[in-house]
C-alpha cells in the first residue's frame, strides 16, 4: 500500500512540474465587453510566455513588465491559432515578471503572473 501512494505522489508531482501557469487577462477600459474567444490565452512556463488567440490578430504589441513597473520585455506579435512564445528570463532573482499588457485593435488587455 505504501508502495502505490509513493508511486502515485511522484507521477503527480512529475505532472505539477511540467504544468503551465495561466495567466488571467481581463479588458481594460471602455471599448466594450469582450466575449471569452476574443481574449487570446496566456501561459507562461518559467521563462516562457505563451500567447494564443482562436482567430489571427496583427500588430498585438506585447509589454512584460517587472515588479517595479520596469519594462522587461516589449515587442509586436502577429498571434493566432498558433503558438507564439517569447522568452522572457527573470534576472538573477533582482526582478521578476509581475504584470502583461496585450494592446491590438484598440484594446487593451492586461493580466499578472502568479509567481
Known amino acids: 500500500m505504501k508502495k502505490k ?3 502515485s505522489l511522484m507521477i503527480f508531482s512529475g505532472i505539477a ?3 503551465k501557469d495561466k495567466i488571467v487577462i481581463h479588458s ?3 471599448y466594450g465587453h469582450l466575449n471569452p474567444y476574443e481574449i487570446p490565452a496566456v501561459t507562461s512556463d ?3 510566455v505563451t500567447i494564443k488567440s482562436d482567430s489571427t490578430i496583427t ?3 506585447v509589454v512584460i513588465r517587472d515588479q ?3 519594462v522587461m520585455h516589449q515587442s509586436t506579435q502577429t498571434v493566432g491559432p498558433a503558438e507564439t512564445t517569447l522568452y522572457v528570463p527573470n ?3 533582482d526582478s521578476e515578471k509581475t504584470t502583461i499588457d496585450l494592446y491590438y485593435d484598440r484594446r487593451h ?3 499578472t503572473f502568479e509567481e
Do not use: E, H, R, W
Request: hydrophobic share 35%; proline share 0%; net charge negative.
Open 91 to 93: 534576472t538573477d532573482g
Open 59 to 61: 500588430d498585438m504589441t
Open 46 to 48: 518559467g521563462d516562457d
Open 109 to 111: 488587455l492586461s493580466g
Open 17 to 19: 512540474l511540467y504544468a
Open 28 to 30: 481594460v477600459g471602455g
Open 68 to 70: 517595479y513597473g520596469n
Open 5 to 7: 501512494v509513493i508511486i
